[in-house]
Nanobody, 122 residues
Framework: QLQASGGGLVQAGGSLRLSCADS????????MGWFRQTQGKEREFVAS????????NYADTVKGRFTISRDRVKNTMYLQMYSLKPEDTAVYYC?????????????????WGQGTLVTVSS
């Protein structure tokens, strides 16, 4: 079971760190990822990380501003977000991939957390 947390209201230019706790160790040997969704739009890829953290991938819209990481001892994944923009406002979801390598497609992920809302004010 995945539990995302850390969302909130922040001003543009600010930062937040999201966490995704994997209480049942679903992702022990699997890649993980973050997606986000705004009302009326499809869920979009944000970032992903391989099973051992050795490989990461980012959407162009967040590259250089967001950093994905994972702590396999704590079974937790993180998304550190800097220089936030109003267009980053969305519900952020964490997910466990079907395999050990990360991907940017929703269909590559089998398990999803409940989402945490990030609101960036201008």
């Amino acid at each position: 079971q995945l539990q995302a947390s850390g969302g909130g209201l922040v001003q543009a230019g600010g930062s937040l760190r999201l966490s995704c706790a994997d209480s049942k160790r679903t992702a022990s040997n699997n890649a993980m990822g973050w997606f986000r969704q705004t009302q009326g739009k499809e869920r979009e890829f944000v970032a992903s990380i391989s099973w051992n953290g050795g490989s990461t991938n980012y959407a162009d819209t967040v590259k250089g501003r967001f950093t994905i990481s994972r702590d396999r001892v704590k079974n937790t994944m993180y998304l550190q977000m800097y220089s936030l923009k109003p267009e980053d406002t969305a519900v952020y979801y964490c997910a466990v991939a079907r395999g050990s390598c990360s991907g940017d497609s929703v269909t590559s992920y089998a398990y999803w957390g409940q989402g945490t809302l990030v609101t960036v004010s201008s």
